[in-house]
């Protein structure tokens, strides 16, 4: 007697997992399908989202290398504007006003007035 009340018991608890899984299975394909309607807005803002995103990766990069450009455009002005003043600052002897009040050299602005 004892063995075929296992053999029910078992029987028994097999179809409570078949009911149980059937009736999960069911309950999902229905959660899906009421999903379903809110995800592809959200989905499309999504992509929206990506797409804005990297625009602004790309610009961010452009803008990267526009700033290098103008940084060694900078640097290299700056080299040449150096140089040349140095150049003119060796060439040229220092102007005292008594000098130029006694005539001794001529009058040049910018050898008396320098930044």
């Known amino acids: 007697m004892s063995i075929f009340l296992a053999v029910v018991a078992f029987f028994m608890a097999f179809g409570a997992l078949w009911f149980t899984s059937e009736i999960a299975r069911r309950m999902d394909t229905s959660a899906r399908a009421a999903g379903q309607p809110h995800m592809g807005p959200m989905q499309e803002s999504l992509r929206r989202a990506e797409r804005q995103i990297r625009d ?3 610009a961010l990069e452009s ?6 450009l103008l940084d060694a ?9 150096l ?17 130029i009040l006694r005539g001794a050299q001529r009058f040049y602005p910018s050898d008396t007035y320098k930044n």
């Open 56 to 58: 602004l990766a790309l």
């Open 63 to 68: 803008a990267e290398r526009k700033i290098q």
């Open 83 to 99: 140089n040349a003043r140095a150049e003119t600052d060796r060439s040229s002897s220092k102007v005292s006003t008594l000098d």
């Open 73 to 81: 455009r900078n640097t290299l002005n700056q080299n040449e504007f």
